[in-house]
């Protein structure tokens, strides 16, 4: 707004018809404000090109803020290192749903919310069954995500907001129960039910880690490190899974069916799939002396290779999330007694080189979430092919979220995006006997 009370705007002159537009600016809480081009196209009759969308808002929110020049998260305007050490995984689910921290009472009771759906039907447990032994747990978790819709039909109904709450805690509840059955599943084991007296992060590592044969105890030090991963990777506003699941969802289809696309959309080693690909490139990497090699192969335009868990859309700086990270391997490898991690430090070297390299300082190239994450899940002794699932575990509740957001926004719309055409102009029929 400008003094007088009028709306800030940008005027654009068409330099073909000197005709001129003019677009208003909306401002947000933080950060930068957005150009309001809904009318863009009944004014001047153009679309917009933006590929990826790095210039595109996609919808008003207030869950996540990110500063990616200055290395900022917030959740709800809570900065991601507090909640990190302060707060608990489910604590920062309420949050992200509700907007606010709870109260004890409020506390208490979601954790009750939430324990009540950790079981899934017994149907599903038959489900798994039609997977190969062999199949990557992603693939599994696509498929027994997109098939709860099949067993929950008293929470479909979209309309209905206690219904889109039931399903939210639904499938915060269960997405640990399924994931742990598809490693479980993996490994010819026997499914483990919930123990609902437990914390939400050691209820998890219970049910990948114990057998019905014996007593297991979960390290409390790395139950808080899962507790603390999972905080970390709870939501990030608007990237490719959210994007997709608000994509799916503005349709009209059903929660789980949209967070069955949100987990397809993360599993791209571009997102949610790189943490796997860190420990593959740093155990192809090997050793010390050949970092320069991957480093130069990183920066050959030629060469498809990257220095994953490096970069990233938003972040021009370190990745808060990523310091974190860090701090925690560490403590995660001090207490299991790994003194010395050959990974870790090749990790560390790798970093340190990558970021006095001008290629990467020039494109603003830091380690990402991703970095170090796969260093500690291999250390607490969940196999690569998991890590991506953990990740998804995690950012259920973001999905959810979001899309909740979406569902109660008055504005919401199918998302349509349009295109620049380039193909043939129209042209006849060809029959078969006259082409050449
Ligand atoms: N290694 C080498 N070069 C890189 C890397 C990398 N990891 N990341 C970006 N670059 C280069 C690109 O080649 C490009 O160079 P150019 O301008 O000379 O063409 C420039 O940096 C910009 O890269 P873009 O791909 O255009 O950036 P974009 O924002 O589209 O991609 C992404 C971001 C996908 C994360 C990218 O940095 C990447 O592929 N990183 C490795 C994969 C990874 O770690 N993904 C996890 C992201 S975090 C998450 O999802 C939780």
């Not at 309420?94 to 939430?114: M, S, T, V, W």
């Not at 693939?139 to 099949?150: H, K, N, P, R, T």
């Not at 939400?200 to 507790?227: I, S």
């Not at 349009?418 to 060809?430: E, H, K, N, S, W």
Request: with cysteine; net charge neutral; proline share 6%.
């Amino acid at each position: 707004m400008t003094q007088d009370g009028k709306k800030d705007l940008v005027t654009l002159v068409d330099s073909a018809s000197g005709q001129k537009f003019e677009l208003p600016i909306i401002p947000g809480t933080m950060g930068p404000k957005v150009l309001d081009i809904r009318s863009l196209y009944g004014q001047t009759g153009y679309f917009t090109y933006d590929p990826g969308y790095t210039s595109t808002g996609s919808c008003e929110s207030k869950i996540t803020y990110i500063d990616g020049d200055a290395g900022v998260l917030l959740h709800r305007g809570y900065p991601i290192d507090q909640l990190a050490e302060h707060s608990d995984y489910l604590e920062v689910c309420y949050l992200l749903l509700k907007g606010e921290l709870p109260n004890a009472n409020q506390k208490e009771k979601f954790e009750k919310d939430i324990r009540t759906h950790t079981m899934v039907h017994e149907q599903i447990n038959a489900f798994y069954r039609g997977f190969r032994r062999d199949a990557h747990p992603m693939a599994v978790m696509c498929g027994v995500v997109g098939a709860l819709s099949a067993f929950y039909h008293d929470s479909l109904d979209i309309a209905d907001p206690h219904q889109r709450m039931i399903a939210s805690h639904r499938l915060i509840a269960k997405m640990p129960t399924i994931a742990a059955w598809a490693y479980k599943y993996s490994r010819g084991e026997p499914f483990i039910f919930p123990r609902n007296s437990l914390p939400f992060a050691e209820n998890f590592l219970h049910m990948m880690f114990a057998t019905p044969c014996e007593e297991y105890k979960v390290n409390p030090v790395l139950a808080r490190a899962m507790e603390r991963i999972l905080i970390l990777h709870a939501d990030h506003e608007q990237n490719a899974s959210t994007s997709t699941v608000r994509l799916a969802g503005s349709s009209g289809a059903n929660p789980f069916a949209c967070i069955a696309a949100g987990i397809a959309s993360l599993w791209g080693p571009a997102h949610g799939g790189a943490n796997e690909a860190v420990l593959q490139m740093l155990t192809q990497i090997g050793s010390k002396e050949r970092i320069p090699e991957f480093i130069a192969r990183a920066k050959d335009k030629n060469d498809p290779f990257r220095l994953m868990g490096f970069g990233h859309r938003v972040y021009k700086n370190y990745d808060p999330r990523a310091t974190v990270m860090q701090r925690t391997c560490h403590e995660v490898l001090d207490e299991l007694g790994v003194r010395d991690e050959p990974l870790l430090e090749l990790a560390m070297e790798l970093e340190r080189i990558a970021l006095e390299d001008p290629y990467f300082v020039e494109k603003k190239l830091y380690p990402n979430v991703d970095f170090y994450s796969g260093i500690i899940f291999r250390a607490m002794g969940i196999p690569v092919s998991m890590f991506t699932v953990l990740f998804a575990v995690a950012r259920t509740v973001g999905w959810v979220a979001q899309w909740n957001e979406m569902i109660g926004d008055p504005h919401q719309k199918i998302g349509r995006p349009r295109q620049l055409y380039t193909g043939a102009t129209q042209r006849d029929f060809v029959p078969l006997h006259a082409r050449g």
